[in-house]
C-alpha cells in the first residue's frame, strides 16, 4: 500500500518563510510533486524532485530524502497571494499511479 | 496551447438522474485521470488511461460510475444513477506517461439534489 502524510493547516505571517513536510510509504518510487491549489480553482503543479535535494523555483523550493521517505516544500518571502491548499503527490512503482496527500492549506496573516 | 478542457462547469441535477462529464486533454499528452474533491476525502483518483487504455479504475466508487476514452483526445465520465453523495468537483487532468506532472482542467462542480 501507500500513504502520504502532511499537516491539514499551516499560518504564518507575509514576508516570512513557511515550510510543509510530506512524508511517505510507497512500494517503490519515482518521484515527489507539489501542487498548489486555490479556493475555487483547480490544482496547479508546483515541482518536481526525482533525486535527493533541493530544488528551487524562485520564492518556492521543494526538497527531498529518499533515505527518509521525506520531502517539503519550502515558500519564501509570503505573499497574500500564497494562500492556498498544497499538496504533496508521488508515483507508486509497484501500483503505477499517482497518488496525492491530503493537502496543507496555508493561512497568511497580514 | 489550450489547456485541458472540461464541460460543463457547473452541473445541477436530480437524483436518479444520468450525468455526463467531458474532458479533452492536453494534446499530445498519453495519460489521462479523472478525480473527485470533495471537503470530507479531499482529492480522490477516480480512474487514469495511458494510451486510451483504462489501466486503473479501483478508485471507481462503485458500478454507477463509468468512464470512456473512446480516442486520444476526449473522455467522458458517466454517472448513472445519480445520487446526492456524488456531490463533488470532478477533475480532468492530463501528463506525459505517467508523468508527475499533471495539468489539471478547471473541474466540473456535480450537485445532485
Known amino acids: 500500500g501507500q500513504s502520504l502524510e502532511q499537516p491539514s493547516e499551516v499560518t504564518a505571517v507575509e514576508g516570512a518563510i513557511v515550510q510543509i513536510n510530506c512524508t511517505y510509504q510507497?512500494?517503490?518510487?519515482?518521484?515527489l510533486s507539489w501542487y498548489q491549489q486555490h479556493d475555487g480553482g483547480a490544482p496547479t503543479f508546483l515541482s518536481y524532485n526525482a533525486l535527493d535535494g533541493l530544488e528551487e523555483t524562485g520564492r518556492f523550493s521543494s526538497f527531498l530524502s529518499r533515505s527518509d521517505s521525506y520531502g517539503y516544500l519550502l515558500l519564501q518571502e509570503l505573499q497574500m497571494k500564497d494562500s492556498a491548499s498544497y499538496f504533496c503527490?508521488?508515483?507508486?512503482?509497484?501500483?503505477?499511479?499517482?497518488?496525492f496527500g491530503k493537502g496543507t492549506r496555508l493561512h497568511i496573516l497580514p | 496551447d489550450a489547456g485541458v478542457i472540461q464541460s460543463p462547469r457547473h452541473e445541477v441535477t436530480e437524483m436518479g438522474q444520468e450525468v455526463t462529464l467531458r474532458c479533452k486533454p492536453i494534446?499530445?499528452?498519453?495519460?489521462l485521470f479523472w478525480y473527485r474533491q470533495t471537503m470530507m476525502r479531499g482529492l480522490e483518483l477516480l480512474i487514469y488511461?495511458?494510451?486510451?487504455?483504462?489501466?486503473?479504475d479501483s478508485g471507481m466508487p462503485e458500478d454507477r460510475f463509468s468512464a470512456k476514452m473512446p480516442n486520444a483526445s476526449f473522455s467522458t465520465l458517466k454517472i448513472q444513477p445519480s445520487e446526492p453523495r456524488d456531490s463533488a468537483v470532478y477533475f480532468c487532468?492530463?501528463?506525459?506517461?505517467?508523468?508527475?506532472?499533471?495539468?489539471f482542467g478547471p473541474g466540473t462542480r456535480l450537485t445532485v439534489l
Open positions: 494534446s499530445g499528452h498519453n495519460s
Open positions: 488511461f495511458n494510451n486510451n487504455v483504462p489501466i486503473d
Open positions: 503527490a508521488v508515483r507508486d512503482q509497484e501500483e503505477h499511479k499517482i497518488i
Open positions: 510507497t512500494s517503490g518510487f519515482y518521484g
Open positions: 487532468a492530463s501528463s506525459r506517461t505517467l508523468a508527475l506532472e499533471q495539468f
